[in-house]
């Protein structure tokens, strides 16, 4: 499915349209639709940890989202080698109004989100269940 980028990705300035393919529940693709050499590995964080954000109202405002929106939140996976060195970046989730089709990458204030990590290892997930 494809979505329109509001605002932009932090270090893809460019990118302005993603489409967002599921692997599994846990891992999905995105592909700039314009560039074919710039995709993503995106994680389900809810499949990892308790995970609540609180989305500025800047952002609902750019992603029109409402009490009635449907919403999905990806995380943006660094592959490394081995896999389980791989990190998540917790701290600037991908926010997505699935009824409009937007996209949108925020940035959390640590402070109010204390248990999210901006490099958090897939390793450390496994020691935690």
Do not use: W
């Amino acid at each position: 499915m494809s979505y329109k980028v509001k605002g932009e990705i932090l270090g893809f300035q460019d990118t302005k349209e993603v489409a967002i393919n599921e692997i599994d529940p846990l891992f999905s693709t995105m592909l700039d639709v314009d560039n074919e050499n710039i995709s993503f590995t995106l994680v389900n964080p809810f499949l990892l940890q308790d995970y609540t954000i609180d989305i500025p109202l800047d952002a609902k405002e750019l992603l029109e989202i409402d009490d009635n929106s449907n919403i999905a939140v990806y995380n943006i996976l660094i592959i490394q080698k081995p896999l389980e060195k791989s990190t998540i970046n917790f701290l600037a989730p991908l926010v997505i109004n699935m009824d409009k089709k937007l996209l949108a990458q925020i940035i959390l204030e640590p402070k109010k989100h204390p248990d999210c990590g901006m490099a958090e290892t897939i390793e450390s997930f496994k020691e935690n269940r």
